[in-house]
């Protein structure tokens, strides 16, 4: 039985000194709140219930100095619980880019990756170009789904489905459940997500 009310609604907050996220749920209530700590050598990322961050849940980091190729641990802070990780597959090619989640026994459960490469490298590409490149936002919106299995040709069993809503300059991402799920899987998932959208923003 899956915890959040879907689809849930990712909205990058643009004029911040650090990363934020505000995660709200289909009834429009705030369910996760996610800030990045800045001038970090290393990523630490607080998952909080809010924005008043009375309440922290999860954190994710890496013990590895600033490489998107090292594991992203995430952490129940509630409990104290390891809930496993991910980490990119490949970084060389945005056609290839494939996130492998792994369980709190690090065996790859899950893997996301986008519908359609062709939309990220049409939007890269146009984007370059000046005055249409601002229009990019609004029909160039890339999707992704995570699967569960452990390549890219495990394609029986989508879970959850990521996209980004049409807009100017930087957007909102929804999240929709495709499939049941349970709570440990969908912690790992839904912050796997969240990581993996950053990740594609500092990409451009």
């Given amino acids: 039985m899956s915890f959040f009310n879907y689809p ?10 650090s990363p934020q996220i505000i995660v709200t749920d289909a009834a429009e209530r705030e369910v996760l709140y996610v800030h990045q700590k800045v001038f970090n050598i290393r ?35 509630t409990t104290g619980q390891y809930l496993g990780h991910v980490r990119p597959k490949s970084l060389r090619s945005i056609w290839q880019l494939t996130y492998l989640i792994y369980d709190e026994n690090d065996v790859i459960e899950h893997h996301i990756k986008e519908d359609n490469p062709w939309v990220k490298i049409l939007d890269s590409l146009i984007g370059q170009i000046e005055f ?6 609004f029909f160039l919106n890339p999707s992704y789904t995570a699967y569960r299995g452990q ?22 991402f929804t999240i929709d459940l495709m499939n049941p799920i349970d709570p440990d899987e969908e912690a790992r998932l839904v912050l796997a997500s969240m990581l993996m959208l950053q990740f594609m923003r500092r990409r451009g």
């Fill in 43 to 77: 990523e630490d990322i607080r998952v909080f219930s809010d924005q008043t961050r009375a309440q922290e849940i999860f954190r994710i980091n890496t013990e590895r100095i600033l490489d998107l190729n090292s594991k992203y641990k995430f952490t129940n802070q």
């Fill in 151 to 172: 390549t890219r040709e495990d394609v029986a069993s989508p879970v959850l489905h990521i996209k980004k809503k049409p807009g100017f300059f930087e957007g909102v």
């Fill in 8 to 17: 849930l609604s990712l909205r990058f907050k643009l004029l911040a000194l």
């Fill in 132 to 137: 249409i490149g601002m229009l990019t936002g």
